[in-house]
């Protein structure tokens, strides 16, 4: 394992935190007399230590790698307010259905250094999306931390055939308050640019959940939003110890499109929702991690801490 403790409050964010952050916005009226989830954006350029004194001379969305967990319900009308306060031009590209002018490519959103553009759109369809920059060069501006989870939360009402399921799914609802849930983005960094990562992570930081585990209530379900956002390698893969877990290709269902599987692999902008459960286990610390040992030891290494009492 990397040797030493990364400085959070220096970095600004904590890994452990950016697992349950939500940014929901702000319900506004948006002047045509309908509401609106309203969300501030800004890109800037950050040095980032993502281990221990390795110190990376990152662009952010809101000064954290990954960006801010972007959280709305199914149909509501969502307002980003992008910023650039960086010294490259950027953008925002939203994972979902969206018109052409709001898309955050060069020619639509793209923002010069000091601009700002409005992206207007519903957010549909339900599921884990994700966002990031999409200007030219790509592959540089997604890797230099560019990026964050996109969440639609499913509204109960469209999907009354699998209402429990929805309701579980939506924030705020007691039937999600009963879940553990965690947002998870594997990402990579290549701090010499010759593309080729020498570390690689879970929300940035390496190792991070191996040194302080995540704990779990093993009488409660847990419920991970995955994204993968690695650059420079065409695959990227999460595999659980001591369990299974159902999984939702890009959450966009409401019924399991894997069950009963240990391993999930995802090409880069790939995302899904993993679901299991640790009440039949005993307390105890369970790994999880990459499937490449390369990726593992440089970095994306985890445990849950798996905490209650055996009945």
Known sequence: MTVG???????????HTILTSWDT????????????REFVVEASDKD????????????????????????????????????????????MHFHGIHSAR??????????????EFVYEFEAKPFG???YHCHTVPLKRHIHKGLYGTFIVDPDPARHPEHEAAARSRLLGTPENRGWQEFVMVMNGFDTNFDDENEVYAVNTVA????????????????RVYLVNVTEFDPLNS??????????????????PTLKTVDIITQCQGQ???????????????YMFHAHQSEFVELGWMSMFDVRGEIA
Not at 54 to 82: D, H, K, L, S
Not at 102 to 115: C, F, H, Q
């Open 5 to 15: 403790e990364v400085d959070a409050a220096r970095n600004g964010f904590d890994p």
């Open 25 to 36: 916005g702000e319900v506004i009226w948006d002047g045509k007399g309908h509401l609106c």
């Open 48 to 91: 980032v230590e993502i281990a221990p004194g390795i110190i990376f001379p990152a662009w952010t969305y809101n000064g954290r790698i990954p960006g801010p967990t972007i959280r709305a319900m199914e149909g509501e009308q969502v307002r980003i307010i992008f910023r650039n306060r960086g010294s490259h031009p950027h953008s």
């Open 102 to 115: 709001m898309d955050g490519v060069p020619g639509a959103g793209d923002v010069l250094p000091g601009g």
């Open 128 to 130: 884990c999306h994700l």
């Open 207 to 222: 190792h991070a959940y191996s040194r302080r585990p995540i704990v779990i209530d093993r009488a409660r379900p847990v």
């Open 238 to 255: 999460l595999h659980l110890h001591g369990n299974f877990f159902d999984y939702y290709d890009s959450g966009t269902t409401l019924t």
């Open 271 to 285: 995302r899904g929702i993993l679901e299991f459960t640790f009440k039949d286990h005993e307390p105890g610390h």
